[in-house]
C-alpha cells in the first residue's frame, strides 16, 4: 500500500525522528478518514483532488483547528504527494495549489529595559561565591552580548578576549562572529576567571564550568535565567535564556542600533528574521505615545 510505503520511506531513507513519523502518519491518515466518511469516496491517492484537498481544509478549520496544525498537516499531505511523484510515478500533484491559512506569528518575548537594567544592578560586586559570580556572569553575559545559550555553553575560554573587550562565539552551521562587549563585563569576567582559578584551577578549555570543572550545559543556564526572572518578579511570561537574547535586540533598536548591526551581532543569515524585533520597538512605540500625548491619553478617555 502506498500510504504503507510511504510511512516506511520516512523512517528508513528520509531517517526521520520516530515522534516525527508518527506526526506525517497522524496527519495523513486525518485526511484518509474524511475523504472515506465526508466525502464518501475511495482513500486512493490517485483519487483524491484538490477540491477534495481544499474542503478537508475548510473542514479543519470550522471545527477551530489552529492554523499552525492546519499548516502542518499541509505540509505533511504536500510531502507525501512529492514522494509519490518522485518515487510512485504520480503524474499530477494535486497539492501544488493548496494553500493554508497563515499562523500568526507571536512577537518574540523579551524584558523591559529598566527591567533587566534593576537585575543587573542587583548583582553585587561583593560577591565571592564561585558559582554566584558565575551564574551572574551567565545572565550578564547573555543580555550584554545577545548570545545563544548554546553558543554561551559552548565557549571557549580562549575565544575570551578581555584586552581587546570581544569574544568569539561558534554560531549556527559552524559560522564564527565576533561580539564585542562592554567595561562592566570585562570586569565580572575578570572576576569570574579569578575565583575559577581559585576553585579549578587553569587546565579549563571551556568557559564556563562546574565547580569541580566540567563544562556547563543547556539545563543549569536555563535554571539560572528562571531564578532571576522570577526572583526579579520580571513581567515577560516567559523565563527561557532566548528571552535575554530577545531583550539584547530589542534594547539595541530602541537605543538607536542599525538595523544591519544588530543581525551580525545576533549572527542571523538573514535580514529578515532580525526585522521581527523592529515589530517589538514600533509596539513600545506606540504603547510610549499612548501614555505620553496628551491628545492620545484624552482619546483613550
Known amino acids: 500500500m502506498l500510504y504503507t510505503a510511504y510511512y516506511e520511506y520516512m523512517r528508513c531513507e528520509m531517517n526521520l525522528s520516530s515522534r516525527t513519523v508518527l506526526a506525517y502518519k ?5 485526511l484518509r478518514a474524511f475523504c472515506r466518511e465526508n466525502l464518501c469516496k475511495d482513500d486512493d491517492p490517485n483519487k483524491i483532488s484538490l477540491a477534495d484537498l481544499r474542503l478537508w481544509v475548510t473542514d479543519m478549520a470550522s471545527r477551530g483547528v489552529g492554523a499552525r496544525s ?6 505533511a499531505v504536500r510531502s507525501f504527494y512529492d514522494y509519490l511523484c518522485r518515487r510512485e510515478g504520480f503524474s499530477v500533484n494535486p497539492t501544488l495549489r493548496l494553500r493554508a491559512p497563515k499562523a500568526p506569528k507571536p512577537l518574540p518575548a523579551f524584558v523591559p529595559q529598566n527591567e533587566t537594567e534593576e ?3 542587583n ?6 561565591e564561585f558559582r554566584t559570580v558565575r551564574n551572574d556572569l551567565i545572565v550578564t553575559m547573555l ?7 548554546s553558543e554561551l555553553t559552548g565557549l571557549k575560554d580562549v575565544a575570551v578576549d578581555v584586552m581587546a573587550c570581544e569574544l568569539k562565539v561558534l554560531g549556527k552551521r559552524n ?9 562592566e563585563l570585562r570586569s565580572m569576567i575578570q572576576q569570574y576567571r579569578s575565583l575559577r582559578r581559585e576553585t579549578v584551577g587553569d587546565d579549563v578549555e571551556n568557559f564556563f564550568v562546574h565547580a569541580d570543572g566540567r563544562p556547563i550545559h543547556y539545563a543549569l543556564v536555563n535554571r539560572t535565567v528562571h531564578a532571576v526572572l522570577d526572583g526579579a518578579a520580571v513581567h515577560s511570561s516567559k523565563r527561557s535564556p532566548h528571552v535575554l537574547r530577545h531583550s539584547f535586540a530589542t534594547d539595541m533598536l ?6 544591519t548591526a544588530v543581525q551580525q551581532l545576533l549572527g542571523h543569515s538573514s535580514l529578515a528574521t532580525t526585522q521581527k524585533y523592529t515589530h517589538l520597538t514600533y509596539r513600545e512605540l506606540q504603547n510610549n505615545y499612548k501614555l505620553a500625548h496628551p491628545r492620545a491619553q484624552k482619546k483613550e478617555d
Open 26 to 30: 497522524s496527519d495523513l491518515e486525518q
Open 175 to 183: 559560522k564564527e562572529r565576533i561580539i564585542p562587549f562592554g567595561q
Open 254 to 259: 530602541n537605543n538607536g542600533a542599525e538595523l
Open 123 to 128: 548583582f553585587t560586586e561583593e560577591a565571592d
Open 119 to 121: 537585575i543587573i544592578d
Open 70 to 75: 492546519v499548516a502542518r498537516k499541509v505540509t
Open 143 to 149: 543580555y550584554s552580548t545577545g548570545m545563544r545559550a
